[in-house]
T-cell receptor, first 110, second 116 residues
Framework: QKEVEQDPGPLSVPEGAIVSLNCTYS??????FMWYRQYSRKGPELLMY????GNKEDGRFTAQVDKSSKYISLFIRDSQPSDSATYLC??????????FGAGTRLAVHP | GAVVSQHPSRVICKSGTSVKIECRSL??????MFWYRQFPKQSLMLMAT?????????EQGVEKDKFLINHASLTLSTLTVTSAHPEDSSFYIC????????????FGPGTRLTVT
């Protein structure tokens, strides 16, 4: 079993839709949870990070962490074609190492 | 702030030759740099962690004699793929962390290596 599971998609939605992206994990020791966005043939860019359980909102993006279920989510409201990318969840696995999910490919069509 | 560059962005080399990839933190000093590889439609796999002035720590299964990492300064780390083979063809990405206790990593744009 992988430490971090993420559905690779692809996920296709119409412009303006609410997008829900999710990851599950197995290690209850994880405390820091991150979401990265990666455009094709580019390096990942940090979108949001959350410490422990709870919600965090930044503009159209909301990150949720449920440690009891070992489940994290990223919601994108009013999705735009420019949001089309691969979204990677990541968790800090000790010694500042990041463990990434497989990434979910999102396509937002006009 | 927190910009990381990589050079070259794309390189093609012949089997058996060596290739060096540079990773630079442009506007901050990086206490730690990380090297990842990413195969098509797959996630990032950590290869090694390097701290300035010390030997890199390699992940299990990564050959340290094949993937030489040098972290000579707080703004520069290099990855040399020695005696490259076609199976080494991949997307190599570096990241840098500003603070020793920080989990935040800033990623470079990646280097596409093709070995023919």
């Amino acid at each position: 079993q992988k430490e971090v599971e993420q559905d690779p998609g692809p996920l296709s939605v119409p412009e303006g839709a609410i997008v829900s992206l999710n990851c599950t994990y197995s290690n209850s020791a994880f405390q820091y949870f991150m979401w990265y966005r990666q455009y094709s043939r580019k390096g990942p860019e940090l979108l949001m990070y959350t410490y422990s359980s709870g919600n965090k909102e930044d503009g159209r993006f909301t990150a949720q962490v449920d440690k009891s279920s070992k489940y994290i989510s990223l919601f994108i409201r009013d999705s735009q074609p420019s949001d089309s990318a691969t979204y990677l969840c990541a968790m800090e696995g000790g010694y500042n190492k990041l463990i990434f999910g497989a990434g979910t490919r999102l396509a937002v069509h006009p | 702030g927190a910009v990381v560059s990589q050079h070259p962005s794309r390189v093609i080399c012949k089997s058996g030759t060596s290739v060096k990839i540079e990773c630079r933190s442009l506007d901050f000093q990086a206490t730690t740099m990380f090297w990842y590889r990413q195969f098509p439609k797959q996630s990032l796999m950590l290869m090694a962690t390097s701290n300035e002035g010390s030997k890199a720590t390699y992940e299990q299964g990564v050959e340290k004699d094949k993937f030489l990492i040098n972290h000579a300064s707080l703004t520069l780390s290099t990855l040399t793929v020695t005696s490259a083979h076609p199976e080494d063809s991949s997307f190599y990405i570096c990241s840098a962390s500003r603070f020793a206790e920080s989990y935040e990593q800033y990623f470079g744009p990646g280097t596409r290596l093709t070995v023919t």
